[in-house]
């Protein structure tokens, strides 16, 4: 059975930084690419950021770049978003969730993390 | 990258069909043909009901079907059930390794 469990989220100042991360069990982790997506309260679904299975490719959404930085480790079938200078508006759930292997198509998800971001 | 535009809301009886679209660029939406459609019931994680455009995952009925003409994409559900009521979002890729998702659409079964 697939598992994808995050951890890393709570309330955080802005300016300061957090880290995300996403343990995977139930599937070959380097065989896929994984993601990150987040949803604000009462919001809609916004990507985040995309890792294909051996780091070579990387994709962050402008809201995000030059700030959150994905990567993965293999060997410990773990997903993570280190996440810097942190505003009110990153404050929302934040999912990982696997590639079903071609592009924009996640096919499990975990349960997410929630990130609040306020002083 | 903006995010592609989806009606706010739809509403069907059960047992009719409901369309919802899913309108981008060429940079997005028109320019590949990898647009997934997504369902999500309050306080759920999202689940994948379309990849590919029109492909349905294992599982999924195949009352729910995906389509795309220009830059615009369409999920159709026929034969609408009680359990359909959820809302709904459109993905595509847009190049460079990223993705875009729409705003979603929330529908109702009346």
């Known amino acids: 059975e697939v598992q994808l469990v995050e951890s890393g989220g709570g309330l955080v100042q802005p300016g300061r930084s957090l880290r995300l991360s996403c343990a995977a069990s139930g599937f070959t982790f380097d065989d896929y690419a994984m993601h990150w997506v987040r949803q604000a309260p009462g919001k809609g679904l916004e990507w985040v950021s995309g890792?294909?299975?051996?780091?070579?490719?990387?994709g962050y959404a402008d809201s995000v770049k030059g700030r959150f930085t994905i990567s993965r480790d293999n060997a410990k079938n773990s997903l993570y978003l280190q996440m810097n200078s942190l505003r009110a508006e990153d404050t929302a759930l934040y999912y990982c969730a696997k590639g079903a292997g071609v592009p924009a198509a996640m096919n499990y998800w975990g349960q997410g993390t929630l990130v609040t971001v306020s002083s | 990258q903006s995010a592609l535009t989806q009606p706010r809301s739809v509403s069907g009886s059960p047992g009719q069909s409901v369309t919802i679209s899913c309108t981008g660029t060429?940079?997005?939406?028109?320019?590949?043909?990898?647009v997934s459609w997504y369902q999500q019931h309050p306080g759920k994680a999202p689940k994948l009901m379309i990849y590919d455009v029109s492909k349905r995952p294992s599982g999924v009925p195949d009352r729910f079907s995906g389509s795309k003409s220009g830059n615009t994409a369409s999920l159709t559900i026929s034969g609408l059930q009680a359990e359909d009521e959820a809302d709904y979002y459109c993905?595509?890729?847009?190049?460079?390794?990223?993705?875009?998702f729409g705003g979603g659409t929330k529908l109702t079964v009346l």
């Open positions: 993905c595509s890729y847009a190049g460079s390794y990223t993705e875009v």
């Open positions: 060429s940079s997005d939406v028109g320019g590949y043909n990898y």
């Open positions: 890792i294909s299975w051996n780091s070579g490719s990387i």
